[in-house]
């Protein structure tokens, strides 16, 4: 079963433009991960926010997580065609090592 | 250095045939996790190991499914008598697995894609 839900499911933008996706999730959390799959290709380990942070950022990536709400969301800024992949949340429960998956949402960069 | 790598990238079974799918992990990380990926949804856990121990093999979705570690590096995923509702993709991710740390971060192979006929 998977915890995580992302939203929107797709996401269509031009280039330049800021893509906002949400993340929620429903059990207690060490910590929040967000991954980047290109198709056909394996994931790629985007940015991870522990319980305790609210904020965080990588570059053009900013992450927020709110637990009292069991959400998270992750901005790309200024995006770009290479942006063009399905964007999962990972959650890893307290003390355990298995990561629990959303759907993802795909985004499309319109040049 | 050389991330994960799997192979083979794709297999195409017969219904009814075994398959084996292996997976290098990055050198010197101690945990190793594969998950099975359907079209169109996230990853879903199949088993996780700690140097060559099996210490979680509740996500495997049936006895036909099997995963070794035997020395503590690379893995094989093998399922027996393949089935149409196998065909997914096959990721597998390690981690430094230090003490303490169940939630280092994962890092993923390009998957296997299979697909059974």
């Known amino acids: 079963s998977q915890q995580g839900e992302e939203d929107p499911q797709a996401l269509s933008i031009q280039e330049g433009e800021n893509a906002t996706m949400n993340c929620s999730y429903k059990t207690s959390i060490n910590n929040l991960q967000w991954y980047r799959q290109n198709s056909g290709r394996g994931l790629v380990h985007l940015i991870l926010?522990?319980?305790?942070?609210r904020e965080k950022h990588s570059g053009r990536l900013r992450v927020t997580l709110d637990t009292s709400k069991k959400s998270s969301s992750l901005l790309i800024t200024a995006s770009r065609a290479a942006d063009t992949a399905s964007y999962f949340c990972a959650t890893a429960p307290s003390n355990d090592y298995k990561l629990s998956f959303g759907a993802g949402t795909t985004v499309t960069v319109r040049a | 250095g050389a991330g994960v790598s799997q192979s083979p990238r794709y297999k195409v079974a017969k219904r009814g045939q075994d398959v084996a799918l292996r997976c290098d992990p990055i050198?010197?990380?101690?945990?190793l996790f594969w998950y099975q990926q359907a079209l169109g949804q996230g990853p879903e856990f199949l088993t996780y190991?700690?140097?060559?121990?099996?210490?979680?093999k509740s996500g495997l979705p049936s006895d036909r499914f099997f995963a070794e570690r035997p020395e503590g590096s690379v893995s094989t995923l093998k399922i027996q008598r393949t089935q149409q509702e196998d065909s997914a993709v096959y990721l597998c991710?390690?981690?430094?697995?230090?003490?303490?740390?169940?939630?280092?971060?994962?890092?993923f192979g390009p998957g296997t894609r299979l697909t059974v006929l």
């Open positions: 190991f700690q140097n060559e121990a099996q210490l979680d």
């Open positions: 050198s010197g990380h101690v945990s």
């Open positions: 926010i522990r319980s305790n942070e």
């Open positions: 991710a390690s981690s430094l697995g230090r003490k303490g740390k169940l939630t280092d971060t994962q890092y």
